[in-house]
T-cell receptor
Framework: RKEVEQDPGPFNVPEGATVAFNCTYS??????FFWYRQDCRKEPKLLMS???SGNEDGRFTAQLNRASQYISLLIRDSKLSDSATYLC??????????????FGQGTTLQVKP | EAQVTQNPRYLITVTGKKLTVTCSQN?????MSWYRQDPGLGLRQIYY???????DKGDVPEGYKVSRKEKRNFPLILESPSPNQTSLYFC???????????FGPGTRLTVL
């Protein structure tokens, strides 16, 4: 089993749709979770951190379910510019104070006009 | 401008010819990492460093070496490259107390 698993997609959705991605992780000791965005083989960039209580940034909502060991990303009112690959990232250490990060393989989103 | 730079951006080489990919960051970050990205496998960590002279293996360290003699630089060394090291490589850095990791623009390496 991979340490961090994502459905690679692609997810093809029309503009304005709401789309959700899930990501599961295997190490129950993990404390820090993130979503990164990567455009067409460019460098990944941090989209948002994921907090235990869930957090929202504009049209994006991230949630963490520790009991089931998954995190989710919800995108509302999809825009063409949201087309990208979304990477789930987990810091597997108990205190988060380590250089080690584990990336999922990414979920590709294609928003169509 | 705060950034992570990598050189070269593109490299085609032959099996067995030693090469070094440089990485430099100007943000005074403690943590630096090297990743490779392959289709269907995502980003996999090769090595990481938590400070000068402190390095540790990631998930796929075989065939690679790193060094961290200065805080800003973290070169990736392939002593004897092989075709299975053909990949897209990213260097990254982050501040110890913060979550955001900054990536370099990537180095596309082809080993023939």
């Amino acid at each position: 089993r991979k340490e961090v698993e994502q459905d690679p997609g692609p997810f093809n959705v029309p503009e304005g749709a709401t789309v959700a991605f899930n990501c599961t992780y295997s190490n129950s000791a993990s404390q820090s979770f993130f979503w990164y965005r990567q455009d067409c083989r460019k460098e990944p960039k941090l989209l948002m951190s994921v907090y235990s209580s869930g957090n929202e940034d504009g049209r994006f909502t991230a949630q963490l379910n520790r009991a089931s060991q998954y995190i989710s990303l919800l995108i509302r009112d999809s825009k063409l510019s949201d087309s990208a690959t979304y990477l789930c990232v987990v810091n597997p250490s108990r205190n988060g104070n380590t250089g080690k990060l584990i990336f999922g393989q990414g979920t590709t989103l294609q928003v169509k006009p | 401008e705060a950034q992570v730079t990598q050189n070269p951006r593109y490299l085609i080489t032959v099996t067995g010819k030693k090469l070094t990919v440089t990485c430099s960051q100007n943000m005074n970050h403690e943590y630096m990492s090297w990743y490779r990205q392959d289709p269907g496998l995502g980003l996999r960590q090769i090595y990481y460093s938590m400070n000068v002279e402190v390095t540790d293996k990631g998930d796929v360290p075989e065939g690679y070496k790193v060094s961290r003699k200065e805080k800003r630089n973290f070169p990736l060394i392939l002593e004897s490259p092989s075709p299975n090291q053909t990949s897209l490589y990213f260097c990254a850095s982050r501040d110890r107390g913060r979550n955001e990791q900054f990536f370099g623009p990537g180095t596309r390496l082809t080993v023939l």
